[in-house]
């Protein structure tokens, strides 16, 4: 028969299980950096020897002759890690390491350091992606102003996408927008109230994407307008980019323009390094980008998904533009297994994680 008693403190948690021999203890999960505490009971006619095993390898046995712990040894464990107290059978001669009533042992797991308790998730939403942006919006300027505002279209995501690192540069929110001002008054009336006179107002795409009813109003509210556009998605992130005036030697990103999962994982941590992002064809980049990397002169460049997306192709014009570019492919078999490759990968010092949908 087994038996085990477990209550869990803030900062601690106590494991207790009767000596039978070839039974487990307990077994948890841990979500930090601990430090383990041992001691064992060898009073009674048959004393045990117990095990300590991380992730079902055992790693220190107490309690027998051998490998002994003394009450009050450590033993590291990182986030992750799954602990089993086992009961490894009866033993001759053990050291008597704590007497207790029964044949039994106990481990105490104690985290490393003071660990606040996590802050509760916020639910940054609206009625449609128009609502959510000004919602996002709202929370991140709470108690500042922007400096300015990025504006792009509701109705597809590469140009929003491409104006992550504009947004973070001039400190300015993100917002969608609908085509016309009609379409558009919650956002128009955030900026106006949000936003002074005289400030930047970038409009992302052509006028087919955020018409000129749009830039004309603004204007006319003394706002400088200024229209990033091209003809299709990657000559409009291009001229993005070229907005940037990204310095040489800084390091860049490559992500398909066809899917916006790729680019929305990487955004937030390339615009915090200062990394720009360009949309990509599967196959082969375009003359405006190889002439950007040749320009740019980048130490390494990310590719940002599997071989699916952006093929073997692009790396070997990479190689052709300069070989010595450390080129660094960030993909997994999914956009969840990409998304959880970038945060591994750049493994970020940060108290906030955004959660988005792939939808």
Same mark, same amino acid.
């Given at each position: 028969?087994?038996?085990?008693?477990?209550?869990?403190?803030?900062?601690?948690?106590?494991?207790?299980?009767?000596?039978?021999?070839?039974?487990?203890?307990?077994?948890?999960?841990?979500? =930090?950096?601990?430090?383990?505490?041992?001691?064992?009971?060898?009073?009674?006619?048959?004393?045990?020897?117990? =095990?300590?095993?991380?992730? =079902?390898?055992?790693?220190?046995? !107490?309690?027998?002759? =051998?490998?002994?712990?003394?009450?009050?040894?450590?033993?590291?464990?990182?986030?992750?890690?799954?602990?089993?107290?086992?009961?490894?059978?009866?033993?001759?001669?053990?050291?008597?390491?704590?007497?207790?009533?029964?044949?039994?042992?106990?481990?105490?797991?104690?985290?490393?350091?003071?660990?606040?308790?996590?802050?509760? +998730?916020?639910?940054?939403?609206?009625?449609?992606?128009?609502?959510?942006?000004?919602?996002?919006?709202?929370?991140? !300027?709470?108690?500042?102003?922007?400096?300015?505002?990025?504006?792009?279209?509701?109705?597809? !995501?590469?140009?929003?996408?491409?104006?992550?690192?504009?947004?973070?540069?001039?400190?300015?929110?993100?917002?969608?927008?609908?085509?016309?001002?009609?379409?558009?008054?919650?956002?128009?009336?955030?900026?106006?109230?949000?936003? #002074?006179?005289?400030?930047?107002?970038?409009?992302?795409?052509?006028?087919?994407?955020?018409?000129?009813?749009?830039?004309?109003?603004?204007?006319?509210?003394?706002?400088?307008?200024?229209?990033?556009?091209?003809?299709?998605?990657?000559?409009?992130?291009?001229?993005?980019?070229?907005?940037?005036?990204?310095?040489?030697?800084?390091?860049?990103?490559? +992500?398909?323009?066809?899917? !916006? +999962?790729?680019?929305?994982?990487? #955004?937030?941590? +390339?615009?915090?390094?200062?990394?720009?992002?360009?949309?990509?064809?599967?196959?082969?980049? #375009?003359?405006?980008?190889?002439?950007?990397?040749?320009?740019?002169?980048?130490?390494?460049?990310?590719?940002?998904?599997?071989?699916?997306?952006?093929?073997?192709?692009?790396?070997?014009?990479?190689?052709?533009?300069?070989?010595?570019?450390?080129?660094?492919?960030?993909?997994?078999?999914?956009?969840?297994?990409?998304?959880?490759?970038?945060?591994?990968?750049?493994?970020?010092?940060?108290?906030?994680?955004?959660?988005?949908?792939?939808?």
């Amino acid at each position: 028969m087994q038996k085990y008693i477990f209550y869990i403190q803030i900062l601690s948690l106590h494991l207790h299980a009767v000596a039978v021999p070839g039974t487990t203890g307990i077994t948890i999960n841990v979500d =930090g950096v601990y430090k383990l505490n041992f001691a064992c009971d060898t009073a009674g006619n048959n004393p045990q020897l117990w =095990g300590v095993a991380v992730n =079902g390898v055992v790693q220190e046995t !107490f309690g027998g002759s =051998g490998q002994t712990f003394a009450a009050g040894s450590e033993l590291a464990l990182k986030a992750g890690d799954v602990i089993t107290l086992r009961n490894m059978g009866t033993v001759p001669n053990p050291a008597v390491l704590r007497t207790i009533p029964v044949n039994s042992a106990w481990m105490q797991i104690d985290r490393l350091g003071d660990i606040p308790a996590p802050s509760p +998730a916020e639910n940054l939403a609206g009625l449609d992606r128009i609502e959510t942006s000004l919602a996002t919006a709202t929370e991140e !300027f709470k108690g500042n102003a922007p400096d300015a505002v990025v504006l792009a279209t509701a109705n597809d !995501f590469p140009d929003a996408l491409s104006g992550a690192g504009l947004a973070y540069k001039y400190n300015a929110p993100m917002l969608l927008i609908n085509k016309t001002v009609s379409e558009s008054k919650s956002v128009l009336d955030y900026i106006t109230n949000n936003l #002074s006179k005289g400030k930047n107002v970038y409009i992302l795409g052509g006028t087919g994407a955020v018409s000129a009813d749009i830039s004309d109003y603004l204007t006319k509210q003394g706002y400088n307008v200024i229209r990033l556009g091209g003809c299709d998605r990657y000559e409009t992130n291009q001229k993005i980019v070229e907005n940037l005036n990204v310095a040489k030697g800084t390091s860049l990103v490559i +992500a398909t323009g066809n899917g !916006f +999962a790729d680019a929305l994982s990487i #955004s937030s941590v +390339a615009a915090s390094k200062g990394y720009p992002v360009f949309l990509s064809k599967k196959d082969s980049l #375009s003359t405006n980008v190889i002439n950007d990397i040749k320009n740019i002169q980048p130490p390494t460049i990310y590719i940002v998904g599997g071989t699916g997306v952006l093929s073997t192709d692009i790396e070997a014009q990479i190689k052709k533009i300069n070989g010595n570019i450390n080129i660094v492919r960030l993909g997994g078999n999914d956009r969840y297994e990409t998304s959880m490759k970038i945060a591994d990968y750049f493994n970020l010092d940060t108290d906030t994680i955004t959660v988005a949908t792939h939808i």
